[in-house]
């Protein structure tokens, strides 16, 4: 026997009702608080807070605490007077290589493999990075995540994706590797194409953000504000050139619940040993091959041959020709390099920018290669667009402001 439509749904209604009890709905707390962090009324000035507490707990945790108060006292007060001891051949190739110059009293000036990479690699990123994958997990396993992608759908819609985004870019702030992976879930190839070449260019590592909280404090909001801006500005000009569909977001957002911490630890422990595996030799590899160049010359000719495009067009000294080159192996590396430059403060700011815009770091560029040798190709088209227009772009913001 056929049943119209009306039949139909009323025979669901009758069995629904024989199968279903309703009972009274008790509005708690946690509902209220789902709510109000989803409603951008209240929910953005949440976001805000939330996001506050986040930076505060990571640059007190990372910079001050664990840096500053610990591993600065270790390194440049025990270790570099020891290994600088103890390491033979002083001034010959070799101890450059390791140990770095053999009079520096800090591991940021010395820049050996076993003084500045062990120091930038344990001193510095190592407690940036635990403590922003621990906060990360804890909002994760709260329920907050997917309040704050609901919340963003909007603004993303704009530049080409929806709320998701919100979850690669923050892994991003940790680190670029899984970040790339988890552009998968966005549904498209047009969606998964911007959000890799907007992670690559315009969001640094938990790594870079603990080398610049340690060496530019006073001046980390103004390179992540030209951060911020060429993200949403690229991203807009991405969006109406990329052909393809940006699909609605649909989400389940669960209920606000106490965190496990053994789902937190188990997330603590996979990211913590990827960064080890992955991150630290490639600091170490990369301290190496930088002195290498400095010694053979490369870099001093590299220097004199693109230091009228430097001085030029990015308004940055020709000096920064080998924390360019490091940049491609480590961007904190990179920073921690720039440190020892002598240049103004807006030229430091621009140059941080540079490295921040540059090449992604070699593991980053596996990871985008994995996804497909186009999207490599697209997002390097991008890249190099974007390094010398908004390269040149903040040079000139400062010349129109009257600062160098």
């Not at 709905?25 to 939330?50: C, Q, S």
């Not at 552009?183 to 959000?195: A, D, N, P, V, Y």
Request: charged share 15%; with cysteine.
């Amino acid at each position: 026997m056929r049943l119209t439509a009306d039949e139909r749904w009323n025979l669901i209604e009758e069995i629904s009702n024989k199968v279903l009890t309703y009972g009274k709905f008790k509005h708690t707390l946690k509902d209220a608080l789902g709510e109000l962090t989803v409603k951008p009324l209240t929910g953005i000035p949440i976001a805000i807070v939330v996001l506050y507490g986040f930076w505060s707990v990571f640059s007190s945790f990372a910079g001050t605490l664990c840096t500053d108060g610990f591993f600065v006292k270790l390194f440049d007060g025990h270790f570099l007077p020891w290994i600088q001891s103890i390491f033979p051949g002083k001034g010959g190739w070799i101890y450059y290589i390791f140990v770095g110059d053999p009079v520096a009293d800090n591991c940021f000036e010395a820049f050996g493999v076993l003084t500045s990479g062990l120091f930038v690699a344990i001193g510095v990123v190592l407690p940036a990075i635990f403590i922003f994958y621990l906060m990360m997990a804890l909002l994760e396993d709260v329920g907050y995540m997917p309040r704050l992608a609901v919340l963003v759908d909007t603004i993303f819609h704009r530049i080409g994706l929806h709320g998701y985004a919100i979850i690669p870019s923050i892994l991003a702030l940790g680190c670029n590797v899984p970040a790339v992976t988890a552009t998968r879930i966005l549904e498209t190839k047009k969606q998964r194409f911007i959000m890799m070449t907007l992670l690559a260019i315009f969001i640094p590592c938990g790594a870079q953000l603990g080398i610049m909280q340690e060496v530019i404090p006073e001046s980390i909001g103004i390179v992540l504000l030209y951060l911020i801006f060429g993200y949403f500005l690229f991203g807009f000009i991405l969006n109406k050139i990329v052909p393809g569909k940006s699909p609605e977001i649909l989400i389940d957002v669960p209920p606000y619940q106490k965190p496990l911490w053994n789902n937190i630890s188990r997330k603590l422990r996979m990211r913590l040993g990827g960064f080890l595996k992955i991150a630290v030799p490639f600091v170490l590899f990369g301290c190496a091959i930088v002195n290498i160049l400095y010694l053979t010359g490369t870099i001093d000719w590299l220097a004199k041959t693109l230091t009228p495009l430097l001085t030029g067009w990015f308004g940055v000294p020709g000096e920064t020709v080998g924390p360019l080159v490091a940049a491609f192996l480590r961007k904190d590396l990179a920073v921690a390099q720039l440190s020892v430059i002598e240049m103004s403060r807006y030229q430091m700011i621009t140059s941080v920018v540079l490295v921040s815009i540059y090449f992604p770091c070699v593991a980053t560029f596996v990871m985008l290669l994995k996804e497909g040798w186009k999207n490599l190709l697209g997002s390097l088209a991008v890249l190099i667009t974007v390094i010398f227009f908004y390269g040149g772009l903040i040079n000139v913001i400062w010349k129109l402001l009257g600062v160098q």
